[in-house]
């Protein structure tokens, strides 16, 4: 079966010059002409990440490699290269294999990255899809969770909340956004929304060793949170789900204040900015309504270990 696949993704994968030895080979070789390229890595398995049974293989496969894009984003760096990790299930695999790729290609040509190899095999567990994306950081180093000051603004674009009625598996990577507005703008820190964004606007402040204030009243609530709230029925408010609800891939970045007026006079994106609030020094996460503000937990998604 490998060999077959092999020669189906050859054909149908197309080539790009950074990739100097592509699939067939033991290993690629990719030109990068830099001495440092950012690499990161996901995988999305059955029965956690998404269920085969209520999703086309093709969105999996398109998700598969837009959340590795999403992280790139976070970074501000730009596609290079990925290769793609396949774990089948014994019965249906090739056809399951050629309809990820049918989703994984179209994204991979709009984000301009080459999918330069990877490997196949199968089982009688459940599908299982890893994607590993190389990127070229943004000259000056790129963004990261650590940097955040006190007194910088929260910005973020986009809306949050119950990106499970669809944006999950539709949404853009915001990479050339992030491009855009680390190259015009004075950006501290950055970070994309993949579990909430409570929980990732945390993880940004714990990194950058301050805390952060959300006003309630900023936050952009998506219209599918209200759907969720009138579909779920469930304690939670719009705005709940627009804070602890995963998988929204916007992007948090800490901007100094005269930076953030500016890039939000300007709203230089198709998308748009908003800022929600303020990086603080003590420690902490804190939720403003009005003059009132209240700790706020960092709930969010987040995997399952025992030990
Ligand atoms: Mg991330």
Same mark, same amino acid.
């Given at each position: 079966m490998e060999l077959q696949l092999i020669d189906y993704f050859r054909q149908r994968i197309p080539q790009y010059p950074c990739v100097r030895l592509g699939i067939g080979d033991d290993a !690629?070789? $990719? %030109?990068?002409? /830099?001495?440092?390229?950012? @690499?990161?890595? %996901? $995988? *999305?398995?059955?029965?956690?990440?998404?269920r085969l049974s209520e999703v086309t293989p093709e969105a999996i496969g398109r998700k598969a490699l837009a959340v590795n894009l999403s992280d790139l984003a976070a970074?501000?760096?730009?596609?290079?290269?990925?290769? @793609?990790?396949? @774990?089948?299930?014994?019965?249906?695999?090739?056809? /399951?294999?050629?309809?990820?790729?049918d989703g994984l290609l179209p994204l991979a040509r709009d984000f301009q990255i080459a999918v330069a190899g990877g490997d196949t095999n199968s089982w009688e567990g459940p599908l299982v899809i890893s994607v590993t994306a190389i990127g070229l950081p943004s000259p000056g180093g790129g963004l990261c969770r650590a940097g955040a000051k006190p007194g910088d603004r929260i910005i973020v674009t986009g809306d949050f909340g119950g990106s499970l009625l669809g944006k999950h598996l539709t949404f853009t990577p915001r990479v050339w956004e992030a491009i855009y507005l680390y190259r015009s703008y004075e950006i501290h820190a950055g970070i994309d929304v993949s579990d909430g964004l409570a929980l990732d606007l945390w993880r940004l402040t714990v990194e950058s060793r301050c805390g952060a204030?959300?006003? !309630?009243?900023?936050?952009?609530?998506?219209?599918?949170? &209200?759907?969720?709230? !009138?579909? @779920?029925?469930?304690?939670?408010?719009?705005?709940?789900?627009?804070? &602890?609800?995963?998988? %929204?891939?916007?992007? /948090?970045? !800490?901007?100094?204040?005269?930076?953030?007026?500016?890039?939000?006079?300007?709203?230089?994106?198709?998308?748009?900015?908003? %800022? /929600?609030?303020?990086?603080?020094?003590?420690?902490? *996460?804190?939720?403003?309504?009005?003059?009132?503000?209240?700790p706020l937990e960092p709930k969010g998604y987040q995997h399952k270990f025992s030990l």
């Open positions: !690629a070789i $990719i %030109d990068l002409d /830099i001495p440092q390229c950012v @690499v990161t890595t %996901d $995988i *999305l398995m059955d029965g956690v990440d998404f970074m501000a760096a730009s596609p290079k290269a990925c290769v @793609v990790g396949l @774990v089948l299930p014994e019965k249906g695999g090739v056809e /399951i294999a050629k309809r990820l790729y204030v959300i006003q !309630a009243e900023k936050v952009p609530i998506s219209e599918a949170s &209200h759907r969720m709230v !009138a579909q @779920v029925k469930s304690r939670m408010k719009p705005l709940d789900h627009a804070l &602890h609800d995963g998988e %929204d891939f916007e992007l /948090i970045l !800490a901007v100094p204040p005269a930076e953030a007026a500016r890039m939000l006079r300007d709203q230089p994106l198709s998308v748009p900015l908003t %800022d /929600i609030g303020e990086f603080v020094p003590d420690r902490g *996460l804190w939720l403003e309504k009005g003059k009132k503000r209240t």
